[in-house]
């Protein structure tokens, strides 16, 4: 194996890419400091000092790899009251249950097979692996682990690494199949996941990982998705250069709708596997536009365009005495409104779905109340402003079918009314 780079990350500034090693970095964009997205605030909480850290993204003219330069450790990122639940979102779960569906199709992967999520969250994912067959295990950080676990699946309530990996191989025997989606950009202790893995996945075994991609990202201006929990955003070249320093060969690659566009990769344990014609599609694609300083410099004065453009609409609303609410507080929102700066006086509330674990709490940085979404259908505010807009037509049509008769409007990929 080829000499690597330390992939273990410290805490703290970095000067260096977190794939390569490269310090051939340069800014995509800065967003100023900023709070932790998902670390919202309590009543008592407003009235303490609250804490901020850098929020810039650099881009790696080597390979391509987007990423902070400043990482915060994950002990504070990821709490114990860690806010989100993949199962509360509709969409996302139905999303997770046709993708274990897929991925059992795709592998051939036999029934009785061994299925491990990595950030499991609530276990949504696996609960529809479970029901397709399969064995389940769970790692999960946060104290979200519980909801799995009270459902009866399996879970570990830990970070993942090489310690893990060997627990679960001595309890479950090796895994057939591990799946990380959404999580593999979050982890700053990432030599230690991938040395897990290795250990982990049987001889034939497949990593399969989702993650917000890199194209997407800068084509439909989703400046949002930069926070303090998204170490990386991967394009599939710097993921096939990360492999590379260990016993996997990238071998297939789609691209999928989740989140306003991202990336499923396939990695066979072992080196030499066949690879799928997507994966040489998918990379000419990318040197047309992610190996190019210019690419990201339109990004970036398009990005600060589109916040003056909102900030100036939230102002003009206001005025007129008609201010814009908001509905859906995912992290994403908290980067947009603290970029913005747009805040109470702005935005008098965010609604949120009954089940939310967010309700009775507040933006951080901003301090917008977030309160239950029946107050837009008793009030029924003349604007409101769909901060989740990669959901933003189901999200829609369910509040219409509650009453809502609101004009609803999305931030993203352009300022505008929405039509439904």
């Known amino acids: 194996m080829k000499d690597r780079p330390n992939h273990n990350i410290q805490s703290g500034h970095l000067t260096c890419c977190q794939v390569c090693g490269s310090e051939d970095l340069e800014l995509v964009l800065d967003l100023g400091h900023q709070p932790l997205c998902d670390t919202l605030l309590s009543a008592e909480g407003l009235h303490q000092p609250e804490t901020t850290y850098p929020l810039r993204q650099f881009w790696c003219r080597n390979c391509t790899l987007s990423q902070l330069d400043f990482v915060v450790s994950g002990d ?35 029934a009785n097979s061994l299925i491990v999520d990595i950030g499991s969250n609530d276990g ?66 990432l030599g230690d996941v991938l040395e897990g893995l290795e250990l982990l996945l049987g001889k034939n075994g497949h990593f399969v990982l989702e993650n917000h991609y890199l194209a997407p990202i800068m ?35 789609i691209k999928v709708s989740r989140y306003g566009g991202n990336i499923r990769v396939t990695v066979a344990k072992g080196k030499g596997k066949p690879v799928s014609s997507r994966v040489e599609k998918i990379l000419e694609d990318e040197n047309s536009n992610l190996n190019k300083s210019e690419y990201y410099k339109d990004f970036r004065e398009r990005s600060i365009q589109l916040k003056n453009e909102l900030v100036s609409l939230a102002i003009d609303f206001a005025r007129k005495g008609t201010p814009l609410v908001g509905n859906s507080c ?7 409104l603290n970029f913005a700066g747009i805040g109470p006086d702005l935005m008098p509330y965010i609604a949120e779905q ?46 219409r079918e509650r009453g809502l008769k609101s004009e609803m409007w999305v931030p993203m990929p352009e300022l505008g009314r929405l039509r439904i």
């Open 124 to 189: 949504t994912l696996l609960s529809a692996f479970g029901r397709l067959g399969m064995r389940v295990v769970g790692v999960e950080p946060t104290g979200i682990a519980r909801f799995a676990i009270e459902n009866g699946i399996d879970t570990i309530q830990s970070v993942f690494n090489k310690e893990v990996a060997m627990q679960i191989v001595e309890s479950n025997g090796p895994a057939d199949v591990v799946t990380a989606t959404n999580v593999f950009a979050h982890m700053a202790s």
């Open 330 to 336: 995912p992290g994403r929102s908290s980067t947009l």
């Open 76 to 110: 504070v990122v990821y709490h114990q009251d860690y806010p989100y639940r993949t199962g509360v979102t509709r969409e996302l779960a139905s999303y997770q249950h046709e993708m274990a569906a897929e991925v059992i199709s795709n592998l051939a992967i036999a």
């Open 219 to 253: 084509e439909r201006l989703q400046f949002d998705t930069i926070y303090h929990e998204h170490l990386r955003t991967y394009s599939l070249r710097s993921l096939i250069v990360l492999f590379s320093f260990y016993d996997f060969t990238v071998i297939d690659a």
């Open 354 to 399: 009954p089940a939310s674990l967010k309700l009775g709490k507040f933006l951080p940085g901003m301090h917008i109340p977030i309160v239950n979404n029946q107050r837009l259908i008793d009030e029924q505010p003349p604007f409101v402003l769909l901060l989740a807009w990669h959901y933003a037509q189901p999200i829609a049509e369910q509040l």
